[in-house]
Nanobody, 116 residues
Framework: ALLVESGGGMVQPGGSLRLSCAASGIIVSRFSMRWYRQAPGKEREPVATVLSGGVRHYADFVKGRFTVFRDNEKNTVYLQMNSLKPEDTAVYYC???????????WGQGTQVTVSS
């Protein structure tokens, strides 16, 4: 299976970005999929999860600002990020999760930089 993240970039505080996670070798609708992020000098942390049944969970620090969703026809998971803050600056990754743990090899991630 292969996961390819894209959509990152540089944006000013308060701006928006939509990240994409295109999957091959797995069907994203059949699994729980999670977005993670890793800021410089910090450990990778969970950001948002969409379960196979469609229920979504968010880290407290993104609730009300980020939305995770799937396009089953495109076999892609998205992360819509609004009201971005400088502390959202990180490399963002997606992965399949099972028993609350990532199961696939990490992709290259996509860099998000929030700065004025």
């Amino acid at each position: 299976a292969l996961l390819v993240e894209s959509g990152g970039g540089m944006v000013q505080p308060g701006g928006s970005l939509r990240l994409s996670c295109a999957a091959s070798g797995i069907i994203v609708s059949r699994f729980s999929m999670r977005w993670y992020r890793q800021a410089p000098g910090k450990e990778r942390e969970p950001v948002a999860t969409v379960l196979s049944g469609g229920v979504r969970h968010y880290a407290d620090f993104v609730k009300g600002r980020f939305t995770v969703f799937r396009d089953n026809e495109k076999n892609t998971v998205y992360l819509q990020m609004n009201s971005l803050k400088p502390e959202d600056t990180a490399v963002y990754y997606c992965n399949q999760v099972r028993d609350d743990r990532p199961t696939l090899s990490w992709g290259q991630g996509t860099q998000v930089t929030v700065s004025s």
